[in-house]
């Protein structure tokens, strides 16, 4: 039932606003006070409800049909499709992925909007943008919008700083797990509540949640060619690596601060903000279960929470008027990260070459002088 359920979603013969939809379509339009008809006039510095999203991950996989695909991930708890876009330019070169997941939590509204602005500018810009370019001839780019759409949508018709999905626990006693406490990892050992009124609540078992089953089966089936897994959160401005769960450090972790602290840098040459850098467990606090960790321990290499603006005093509740300077500086922080990524994996060879062919310039011309 339920696939059939996704399977009418994506062909439009329903749509946001009925089955088990929380509030009218009108009541939520009506709040965004950002009324659109076409991708030209979408406004990436206003927040979106679930159903323009929606539109405009129809409207844009349309525009740039060459380069950009609508693909269904599974259902939210109350059947409501979880649908990504795939950004991927035609090449003759092994192609990787990189994902990056938006909106994980229902209250940080600044996330959804920065996936939006990231494919966005992919987009506007590969064509024209070198360094855009040369990213596109080696890596794809899965990008989910809106993570727990369930619960983003409770956040617009109902309670603004809602956090947990909307499942239902204890015989409708109460409702919503953390999903990023819910990944396979070290599940509900520290920082998470098995108390499902709690904030932290970590489900009734790893993945026990349709969205996160449906997300770790996903990158599950893809993790050998995923090289970095991007998830998008606010506030705090912090960029997070690997571990929540404990104070050991990762194998790679020297090089995920490495190139954490450079995207930090690069950051806040664009604004002035300043990030801080480091694992959960030794800057923000200790955390089990989240999507970060679990990525790291099944094999991908690169793997980071972003916690973007502010540092409280708004919090979650950013002003619009913040959303495109966050999404700028974010962008040039994910972009360094890219680049970093790009020259592991790419350009170690092309170096290589340029090195011996000055090593052999330099010999020759030692050569030539003793002659």
Partial sequence: MK?????????????????????????VVDKTGSPWRSLETYNYSKYHPIEEIYQWMSQI??????VVTQHFLGLTYETRPMNYLKISQPSDNPKKIIWMDCGIHAREWIAPAFCQWFVKEILQNYKDNSRIRRLLNYLDFYVLPVLNIDGYIYSWTTDRVWRKSRSSHNNGTCFGADLNRNFNV????????????????????????????????????????ILCFFTMHSYGQLILTPYGYTKNKSSNHEELIQVAEKAANALKAKHGMTYRVGSSADILYATSGSSRDWARD???????????????????????????????????????????????????????????TTVVLSLLMLFISLL
């Fill in 61 to 66: 996989s349309e525009k740039y049909k060459d």
């Fill in 186 to 225: 070290s599940w509900c050992s520290v920082g998470a509540s098995t108390d499902c009124k709690d904030l932290t609540f970590c489900g009734t078992g790893p993945a026990s949640e349709p969205e996160t089953k449906a997300v770790s089966s996903f990158i599950e089936s893809k993790k050998e060619n």
């Fill in 298 to 356: 099944i094999g991908i290499p690169f793997s980071y929470t972003f916690e973007l603006r502010d540092t409280g005093t708004h919090g979650f509740i950013l002003p619009e008027d913040q959303i495109q300077p966050t999404c700028e500086e974010t962008m040039e922080a994910v972009l360094s990260m890219l680049d970093d990524v790009y020259n592991k994996y790419w350009s170690s060879n092309s170096a290589g070459k340029v090195m011996s």
């Fill in 3 to 27: 696939s059939l359920l996704g399977t009418l979603y994506l062909l439009g013969m329903l749509v946001p606003g009925g089955l088990g939809y929380d509030g009218s379509p009108a009541e």
